[in-house]
């Protein structure tokens, strides 16, 4: 699947703009075959890359985007890993958006899924070079050298030469065959599976790395753009004189909206744009506007009265997804315990910390771009089909995210910045203010559940009825798309671990009218939180620990998506509830008003088990511990995952406590942080976090399986500590 | 109009309106893009800096206010930042990295008043700066290391 090759030092050049000289390899990854196969015309397409120079240093070039999950670090450490290396002398390079380098869409937790085996053999194969060389030159076997910490080391004599020394002889080397390369065995790796520091640590803390928002130009303009409140609105007209009295705004240009075509990309949502010498100029010449909207046809949307009309269609009989087992009613008719319940989840916004921002240059025939994009090649077609302008043309610097969580997966930012700058023709940096972060998103979609279930006299689930009504990610692509789609209801709705004989999944409808989009963890977080308080529910009424009564529904050890690359295992998410339990010690006494709850999913392949406790005091929640255990497979970079996952644990908590985006008249209603708000310092409880040894099991995702869990542990700690249900988000408007 | 300011020890004359932010000044006119934008309204921390040794969140204060007195970013260097450095690097703190300008100048500041803080001095001076990430777990603990190796040193 991905063969290493040798790259012609001329093409390398021209394609990367690194300098020429040293071992240069690449290799073609094609592996992810539901998405991006890069185009094979005969001549070698590679797409991932490492240069060794003759200083030694090792250059590794990342396909796919830094937003704060460690990527460029776990990359690197998979091929310092082979190669021997010594990771002072590791570097890392921001590849461009180009089809050149695979599938760069950096979502769905799949960076290292795909990538670690082919960059493992990059660093497999420049080792096996750099010892045929040195064994050359002692004129001895291959056989007889080995490399360590960035020499090879000749096993006679003990005798070693520094990697770079070798590097003219390596380039001499035939590439050794695909059959030939040997990986290393797990207990050998020295990186692989261990702790290793961000190689960006050094930018991070001294304000120097270099986000979207910090490009800076020469010549380049400022832009901020007033949008119309209400989704899909337009301007009718405007009056810009106070605004162009704002010392340093010099335009003031009407942006139509651009209309995607169907069935892909984003274009963009139009509005006044003010272009100005600094960014708070042009944030205060937007403020001094006067526009007047035409709303358009979401005016009269209410996110408060869609709500109830969503409740309304789940209590009422949906459309019957496929998967359906037994008879549901039959199974209620015969238990002479059933409950029922209704789970409510708010819109949400992603809310980086950086905001959406691009900086953009059109030069007539051809496009610069500089932003903070998960998906730079995404971006990248969008630009050339709106500015017929040819892709190759076309190049998207990929800076680093000052967070993205799904937000910077979507383009709309990059469009703005383009369309101004052609009209302007200059460069401009489009910034968006937090006001219109928070306002014009790509929404993570409300949802409202209803559940029922039945309990056999020994506290056995005969029952589950499920149903489901949310807006899809699909109606951001294909107007009238108004239910959920099959791929958001396979994120955990189709595919729980449960053992129930009579299982019914409906959706319901759920029409759009903002703009929905997938924040990290995505659908998850719906049926991870109905699902698990569900269960919770379940477990009380047949006065079974919820432990216990998890353990009991899971049942038997088995395969439950059997076809899946990676087979999803009831035993491997047994063990990461039990291991869960252990570490929060479930089931000691807890002190007067603390409370402890459970929850469990499967996501992006991996498999997550939370506990949280809670102390309520006077109807005020405190989180107080957070226990997370993950089965992600071979754990690549443990320190990073622990990172990621503490990350998810306060994320997963700001879901619970406060997210909520809510429309009046059509409009946003929330602000800034004041209104939309985080979890903060004071509020972080004591995250404990455990990794299960899977090294022989294949790498799966860890940047969102961490989020859907917190919401359902937490309200099921509340549960256990006052005996109040809590069935809606945020928690911040529920007496507890 | 014209106006000097003293950054990180370098004086530095620009000609802006006495009412723009200092966050704006910093990173546009002068071009010392280490202090970041999150709100914009004082909510965030992203924009902090020290003048004159006190906390300040840059994006809510004018030009104006700095003016002979003495600024401080996360491109300047001083002992408790450099502590506060290596401590974040012990404990591998950033993901994404964007707050961490700001989380920094808060620890610093936070040192610089209070020897040794205890969770809740730290909850306390920290609880205005945001990591959408959710580092606060790595930031506390690599508060205490800073001043554990300051300590080391003495």
Redesign the interface.
Known sequence: MSKVQQINRRDFVKLFGLASGGILLGCNVSSDKKEFIPQVDGTFTPNLFVQIQKDGNIILLASRS?????IRTSLASAIADELEADWKYITVKQATGNAKYGNQNTDGSRSVRTLLEPMRKMGATAKMMLIAAAAKKWNIAEADCKAENHFILNKNTNDKIFFGDLVDEATKIKIPSEESIKLKKNEDFKYIGK?L??V????????????G??V?IPNMK?AAIARCPVTFGSVKSFDDSSARKV??VEKIIQLDRIVPPIGQFFGALGGVAVIAN????A?QGKLDLDIEWDYGENESFNSEEFQDKLTKRVHAKGKLVPGNRGNVSAAFNDSKNTIEATYKVPFLAH?????PNATAWFKGDAIDVWAPVQDPQTARAELAHFFQIPLDNITINVT??????GRKSKSDFVVEAVALSKKIKAPVQV?W??EDDIKHSFYHATSVQYLKGSLSDVGKVTGWLQRVALPSIVSSFKPMSDYASGFELGQGFTNNPYTIDNFRLENAKAESNMRIGWLRSVVHIHSGFGNNCFVDELANAAKIDPVQFHLNLIGEDRIIQGKSEYPYSTKRMKEVLKNTAKISSWGKELPENHGIGIALHYSFYSYVATAVEVSVKNGNVKIENIWTTIDCGLALNK??IK??L??????GMSIALYGEISTKNGAVEQN???DYR?????D?P??HIDIMDKMHEPPTGVGEPGVPVVAPAICNAIFNATGNRLRTLPLISMKV | MNTTLSINGKSYTVDVQDDMPLLWVIRDIIGLTGTKFGCGVSQCGACSILINGALTKSCSKPVSYAVEKEIFTIEGSSENLEYLREAWNDGNVPQCGYCQSGQLIAATFLLDETENPSDEDIDKAMSGNICRCGTYTRIKKAIHKAVVLKNETI
């Open positions: 830094e937003m704060g999950q460690g702790t520091k961000s960006d640590l050094k930018d991070f803390t001294h304000g120097t790395a270099t986000y928002i910090d800076r400022f010392a340093g600094n960014t708070w100029s944030f809310a980086p910390m950086e905001v680093f995210l000052g967070g993205g969580f910034v203010t937090r320190d990073n990172n990621q503490e990350g998810a644990a306060i994320f800034n942080f004041f985080m979890t903060r310092m004071k972080a004591k995250i």
